[in-house]
C-alpha cells in the first residue's frame, strides 16, 4: 500500500500564495500519477489539479487554472501544489491522491475513482 501525508497547509491573506506537499511512501512510491483534491464544509470534493510520472503531464481544473501549479519530485516521491492568487473560494480542505494505473485516459484524472491512495488532508484557510 502507499502512504500519502499532506503538508504546507495554513492560514494566507487573500491574494497570497502557498505551496502544499504531498509526501508518498509505502510498497509503491512512484505511483502512475498523482493529483490534488479539495473539500469545503458542506460541499462535494473538487478536483483542483493532477500530474502524470512520465512526461509530467498535468492537468487542472477549470477554477485554479492558471492560478495553482501541480509539480512533482519522482525522486522524492513527493508531489507540490503551488497556490497563488488565492481567492475567497479557495479555503478547503486538501487531499492528496494516488494512482497505480497506467493505462488510465486523461477524462479520468479528475475523477476520484481513479485514485487508490488519499491523504488525511491539510487545511487552507484565506483571509481578507
Known amino acids: 500500500q502507499v502512504q500519502l501525508v499532506e503538508s504546507g497547509g495554513g492560514l494566507v491573506q487573500a491574494g497570497g500564495s502557498l505551496r502544499l506537499s504531498c509526501a508518498a511512501s509505502g510498497r509503491t512510491v512512484s505511483p502512475y500519477a498523482m493529483g490534488w483534491f479539495r473539500q469545503a464544509p458542506g460541499k462535494e470534493r473538487e478536483f483542483v489539479a493532477a500530474?502524470?510520472?512520465?512526461?509530467?503531464?498535468?492537468y487542472y481544473g477549470d477554477s485554479v487554472k492558471g492560478r495553482f501549479t501541480i509539480s512533482r519530485d519522482n525522486t522524492k516521491n513527493t508531489v507540490y501544489l503551488q497556490m497563488n492568487s488565492l481567492k475567497p473560494e479557495d479555503p478547503a480542505v486538501y487531499y492528496c491522491?494516488?494512482?497505480?494505473?497506467?493505462?488510465?485516459?486523461?477524462?479520468?484524472?479528475?475523477?476520484?475513482?481513479?485514485?487508490?491512495?488519499w491523504g488525511q488532508g491539510t487545511q487552507v484557510t484565506v483571509s481578507s
Open positions: 491522491a494516488a494512482a497505480e494505473a497506467t493505462n488510465a485516459p486523461a477524462s479520468t484524472y479528475s475523477r476520484e475513482v481513479l485514485y487508490d491512495y
Open positions: 500530474i502524470r510520472r512520465s512526461y509530467s503531464n498535468t
